[in-house]
């Protein structure tokens, strides 16, 4: 039976399968690997600045005010202050950097369909006019998945 159906169980193909998808999904990114080493880095950056308040409230609480230190409480004060609004500048970068990636690899791989359904010939199917616009609303499906 499985002669029928290519020659391998139903296992091995979907394994196959798989690791095929995974792979065209990898090179799909790849134009775009600066963009998305910056956003690691912005969210690393990102990540390290959430851990400031944490131990400047430890300083805060031990040096400034256990020592009476008033110019070193204003300063403490200061910085975390601004760390939030640093913070929330460097998400927004990351959403409109993801969002941006996102919307061009789409973009790709709409392009590349619609290359692929030019090539193919138009005797290739028996329906006539929306078999080259059908193929649009499953890739607007994976748009919606990754934004």
Same mark, same amino acid.
């Given at each position: ?46 990540? =390290? ?20 230190? %008033?110019?070193?409480?204003? %300063?403490?004060?200061? *910085? ?5 609004? +640093?913070?929330?500048?460097?998400? +927004?970068?990351?959403?409109? =950097?993801?969002?941006? *990636?996102? %919307? ?12 692929? =359904? %030019? ?16 193929? *649009?609303?499953?890739?607007?499906? +994976? ?5």
């Amino acid at each position: 039976m499985h002669r029928l159906m290519g020659g391998m169980p139903p296992a091995e193909r979907t394994r196959k399968g798989d690791f095929s998808t995974v792979r065209r999904a990898v090179r799909s990114f790849s134009p775009y690997r600066a963009q998305l080493a910056f956003l690691v880095i912005l969210t690393i950056i990102s990540t =390290l600045f959430g851990l400031v308040n944490p131990l400047l409230t430890q300083r805060l609480f031990d040096d400034a005010i256990g020592k009476g230190n %008033q110019t070193l409480l204003f %300063q403490i004060c200061a *910085v975390m202050l601004i760390t939030p609004i +640093v913070v929330g500048l460097l998400q +927004v970068a990351q959403t409109w =950097l993801n969002t941006l *990636v996102g %919307q061009r690899i789409i973009r790709d791989l709409r392009d590349e369909l619609y290359l692929h =359904l %030019q090539k193919m010939p138009c005797s290739s199917s028996p329906r006539r006019g929306p078999v080259k616009s059908s193929p *649009v609303s499953p890739t607007m499906s +994976v748009a919606s998945r990754m934004c």
